[in-house]
Every structure is written in C-alpha cells, then in structure tokens.
C-alpha cells in the first residue's frame, strides 16, 4: 500500500490483539493500530483516530462486534467493518454480512485475514474513485447546465426582447397615425412575448437555482408560484425553518428536481384540488414533503416504481438521503426526502 493504514481494533484481549498484527504485519502490510474494547474508547477513537479500517471482535461484555458494526454503518457508513471473531455459525455470519460487514475472520484461521483487508480495501479504493468520478460528472453537467441558461438569457433571450420592443413600437406608431394594424403585426407582437416567457422558463429548468448557495427557497416558491392553480390544483409552500439551510448547491439541486417532478406527478395523475409542498429544515436534517389530497396509489406505494420515482429514489441515494411515498390519512399520497445537514462525506474528504 502506498500509505500507512489506520486500523482500530475492537477487542479485549491484547495477546489476541497482537496475534491479529503480527498475522497482517507478516503480509507486508504498513499500518498503525490502535486497540480499544468500551463503546466510549470506540466511538472515540472512530473521531479522533479516523481509522481506515475496523476489526471488530463480536463476542465482547458490554460492548461488541454487532453494536459496533451497527453504529459505524449508521454514522460512518464509508469505513469498512471486518469481524474478527471466535467460533461463528453459518446464520451468525450471515446476519453480520447482511447488517453491513464488508467481511468475517475466525480467530483460528487468521492467515485469512491478511488478504480479506486487502480486498476490502481495494473494493474500498474503487468505490471511492467511483464516487469522485460520478462527483466530477455531476459537477460537469451542473456547469453545462449554467452555462446554457446563462446563454439562453443572455442570448436568445436578449433577442426576443429586441424583437418584442420592435413590434409593440410598431403598433403603436401605427395608433398614433391613425392607420389600420395589420393583425399579423399584432400576433408577432403576441408571439414574441409568449416566446420570451418560454425562453426564460426553459433558462429556469435548465439552472432552477441561478448561482446562489442559498437559492433552494427562492426557486421553490417561483416553482410552486409558476405551477399553482388553474386549471391544475392549488400549491401552497410551507416553510418550516428551525435551523439555517446547510446543505451544497448540488444537493439542492437535487431536492429541487425531486419537488419539481412529483409537483408535475401530482398535477398530470393524482387528480388532487390541493398539495402542499414543505421544506422542513433542523440542525440535523433537511426534509421536503409533497402531500396532496388526490387518489393515491392504484398499487401499494412501495411498489411504484415508474421512471420518475427511480429517478427520485437515486437523486435521494446521491445526497445520502431517504425517500419514501405513502399514503396521506384522508385519501392522497405523501412523499418524503430527508437529507443530512453539512452533507459533505469523509469518501470525498479523505
């Protein structure tokens, strides 16, 4: 490896700690360990340390493997957790895997240890490059995407204007004088306006939050403006504000299209007279909800799996997020998206 490791050892036993590197240090394996066996020392050290690795023994008073495992998948998800246990059945095993171990070691047969780390760690490496690959894509498209709306205002959108204060100066000038419009000078003088409010529409799709950090707000209440009543149903955005919205400009991006597509789900199918749209933000989360009072699923919610709900569900998975649907008490459908705030993951960090 080209760079020290950090490996934390959960386990109780120093001679079986030592036993466990002397095994990897025999493969040629750089690393620095650190040993600890309570939950405090643990998450502690999970902070501090910043280890690579976890090699947690499952078998451990107080605090073990199983509780360990769980809380580094939930707060630290990108941390790899390898068991390194005594005697494990089949069953055992297989809930660990399933609960997020990248893999299992029995203690006796520990000259498998060496090179279950190194393939974890390479899957690790390729996971890692795999999301900075995705990450510069995605930031490539949302440049491309400015660059256009920036082109087609400043662009398109210039022109038009230019061609709409032709026209409207020509009818008046025609008033002024007396003479008979000539109706096909009003309708290009129609058409140029209703061509404006196109072009600046598509500039809106196309970069919906401008340049601004802050901008999820603003653009969710021109959307819900744009979207509301006839002959669709009424939108009313409600904010629910407890902490400062902490979240990148990608990532409100994301909750952005999210809102648009199921506002545009809820007009074109649900048949609802009223949605609403909330922004629910804390210290800890931010959470949009579209609830609208139409006819719900033909099929159970978790079963919808249409283009526009994987699309959501994936939007949801970039940010780290949950998405949910269900059903609204009363008749409807309610959709949920909840994000981290200061989303920033240690993949990208490190």
Sequence with gaps: MARELKILMLEDIPEEAEWVERELRKSGLTFTAR???AREQFTTAIEEFEPDLVLADSKLPGFDGREALEWVTQRYPDIPVIMVTGALGDEAAVEFLISGASDYVLKDRLARLASAVQRVLREQEDSRSREQLEQALRDAAHEERRRLAQELHDGLGQELTGLAMLADGLLKQAAREGRVVPPELTRLAVIAREAIKTCRDIAHGVSPLGGAQGGLIDALRELTARLSGPPGPGIALTLDLHATLDISHEASEHLYRIAQESLANAIKHSGATAVQLRLEVDTDSVRLRI????????????A???LGLRTMRSRAHAMAGRFSIGVREGGGAVLTCEVPQHSASRVAAR
Excluded at 291 to 302: E, K, L, T, V
């Design 35 to 37: 040993r600890v066996q």
């Design 304 to 306: 919808a799996s249409g």
């Design 291 to 302: 609830i609208d009072n139409g006819r719900g699923f033909a099929s159970p919610p978790a």
